[in-house]
């Protein structure tokens, strides 16, 4: 993949009743050139539209893909990426870092009726997750838009060591960093 290629790598950090997301546009050869913030609720179901929102506050119409650090953000605040790529255009690839034995059953266990029912029915539309090896690490990947191959090709592509995409490492250390700063000036 050329180094120049461009993903938008999304990724959340929480601590309260809201859940701060941010968005990093980084090249290829590791370069940032990006940000975004957006919040969602913790235990909500907004977290889909916090994504379309960092997408576009960004304005960025040379990002070719969208990293998503998982699907269940903040506390099962399930992310619909169907509705993600066809809002951007864009392909937009879900990675995870541990293996699971889904989410229903955790789901079930922590919500009933309306609220069961629309995360469930959200996640079940998603598509299946996928192992992948990245640099002797484990990932799994799931993906709208794009073929499995090309999928794989763009995470291997943006993860230069370890197991996490840049995009996504990235944009973890800037949630963290967004979500103390909003959790200070709330405090104040």
Partial sequence: MKSGVRALGIAESYRQRRSTLAGVVTR???????????????????ATDAIIDVFSALDREDVRYVFVAGIAL???NVVDLRRVGDAIDRPVISVTFEESPGLVAA???????DALEERKEVFERQPPRERLSVNDQTVFVRSVGV?????RDAVRA????GGRPEPLRVARLAARAGDDLRRKTEQE
């Fill in 74 to 76: 903040a506390w099962y």
């Fill in 158 to 161: 943006f993860t230069p060591e």
């Fill in 28 to 46: 290829a050869s590791r370069v940032a050139d990006g940000f975004a913030y957006r919040t969602c609720t913790v235990g909500g179901s907004d």
């Fill in 147 to 151: 073929g499995a191959n090309e999928a």
């Fill in 107 to 113: 789901l079930e266990a922590e919500f009933d009726g």
